[in-house]
C-alpha cells in the first residue's frame, strides 16, 4: 500500500526548499512531508574533486534536440544551486506589466507590490549582498553590504549614477555564520570556499526536521490523479516502482522537468511543454586604455540598467547589463598580451528579455519516456531587435569608459537560466497554473518555478522563483484560515 503523506514535494532547488521552509513555519506539529529527489547529496569534497556539481550527467536526463542552443542542469540534493553562479536580481516592476505598460508580450498575474516582502525573505535568506541605492523600490536593504566595484564599473557609476549599480548577488561580501567571504579568484561555480548560498549550505536545515523525510535518488515520474484531483506520484527508487499519496502534491523539478513529469502523467493542455525559454545572452570583450580591469571583490560585479525600463520596450526588448570580474570561465584567453596591459580588458554581458514562443518545447522522448527533450526553435523577433543595437550600447558605455577597441561580441549560448513551459494565468485557457502556481484544473497541485514565467525579464531569475515559492506557500495557508 502507498504511503501517505500531507505534502510531497518533487525538487529540492530553489523552488522546492523555499515553499517547504515556508511550509515549515506554517505547519502543525504533526505535519507529514515527503521530499523526492532525483539525485544525490553529492558533498562539496566530491563536487571539487570531480569538478562537477553533479553526479548524474546531465546527457542521461534531457535530450537536447538542438545542441546549439545549450540549457544546464544539475541534479541532485540541492539542484542548481549546487552551480549557479549567484546573481541574485529582482525583476523591474515593468517587467510583471509589459501589456499594461508598453502593449507587447503578456501580463504577469501578480505585480511587484505583490511579491516585495517575499523578495526581502529571499534574500535575507541567501543573505545577499547589495548596494544601498536600488533602480526598483525596496523596504528593507540588503543583508549584506555590496562587494567592491571593478575600476571600470566605478567608471560607470561616476557617469551614470542612476543607471550602474554594484551586483546584487549572494556571494558573502562580509564573513556570515555560515558562509566565507567571496575569494574573487574566478572558479566560481563550485565555489571552493562556500562564499555563495546554496541549498546545501543554507537550507539543509529544513530536511532535517523531524516532518520531514527527504527520499534522494527517488525519480518521479507521474502525478497520479484521481476524481479531478492530485491523490500522490509514482517514482521509481532504487530501480523499484513505488507510490506515495498526499493531500498536496508540489512540483518543483524545474522548467525542463515539471513539463515532463505533466506530460508523463497524462495532463493536457494546450500550452503544456511550450514556451521554453531564457534571456537572449550578447558576451562582449573590450579593450581598454589606461583602465586595469578584474580588481572587484567578486566574479560579477556590476549592474547596469541604462537600457532596461523605458518606453523603448514597446519596440524592442529590455536590457541588464552585467560586468564580469574575471578572464576566466566564459572567455579564455580573456587576457592582453601587451606587457603591463594584461588587464586592461573588460567582459560584459547582455542580457535580454524575450517574449515566449510557442514552437520552442519540451517534450517527452519517444525512445525513453524518462528522458525529457528541448526544441529551441529561436528567439522572438522582439529579443533580436534588442540585440542588435549592442553596438550602440557599447557607444553610450564608451561615455563613461576609455574603450580602445571591441575584441570580440558574440552570442551566448546559454544565460543557463530555463524558463516557460507551464505558464502562469488567470484565464485557464491561456495558462496551466494560476496567479498562486495551482494547477487550475488540480487544484491540489502546485508547479512551482520559472516554470510558470510568462515571458523572460532580463533580470536573473532564482531570487524571484524564491520568492514565488514563499507567495505560493503563504497563499495556502492563508486560504486555509
Ligand atoms: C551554471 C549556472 C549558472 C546560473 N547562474 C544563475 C545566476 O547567477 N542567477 C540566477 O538567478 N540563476 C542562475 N542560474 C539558474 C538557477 O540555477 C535556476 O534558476 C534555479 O536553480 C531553478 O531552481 P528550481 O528549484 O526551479 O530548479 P532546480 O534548481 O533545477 O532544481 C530542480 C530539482 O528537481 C530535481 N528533479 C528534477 N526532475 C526530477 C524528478 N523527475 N524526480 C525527482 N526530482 C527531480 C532536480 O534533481 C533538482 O534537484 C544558473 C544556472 C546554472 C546551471
Redesign the pocket.
Known sequence: MASRYDLII????????FFLMRYLERAPATARVLV????ARDPKPWQLEHRRS?S?DPAQ?FHNKTPEKVW??????????K???????RMMPGDFQLRTRYGVGIDWPMTYDDLEAHYCTAEQVMLISGPADSPMPRSKPFPLPPHRFSDPDALLKRHFPDGWYQMA??RASVPTPTRGVCCATGYC?LCPVDAKFT?QNGLAFIYEDPRVTLQLN????GVVTAGGMAAGVS?RQDGRQQQADAELVVL???????P??MLRSGMTHALLGKRLHEQLPIDVVLDLKGVKSYNGSTI?TGLGYLFYEGEHRRDHAACMIETRNSPFGYFMGALRSEEGRWNERMIIRFLFDDLPRDDNTVTVSRDDPRMAEAYFAGYSDYAERGASLVPKMIDKLAEALPIERVVDSLRGQT?????GTVVMGNDPATSIVDRHLIHHQYRNLLV????AFPTASP???????SALSLWAADHLFGAKA
Open positions: 518533487v525538487g529540492t532547488g530553489f523552488a522546492g526548499a523526492l529527489e532525483r539525485g553533479s548524474i536526463v544546464f542542469t544539475s541534479p541532485g540534493f540541492g539542484g542548481n544551486s552551480c549557479w553562479m549567484a546573481g541574485a536580481t548577488t549572494a561555480e541549498v527517488s525519480e518521479v515520474d517514482y518543483g523539478a524545474s522548467a525542463m522537468f515539471n515532463h513529469i560579477l544565460s543557463a537560466h530555463i524558463q512551482l518555478g520559472a516554470s533580470a536573473y531569475p532564482s531570487v524571484t522563483i
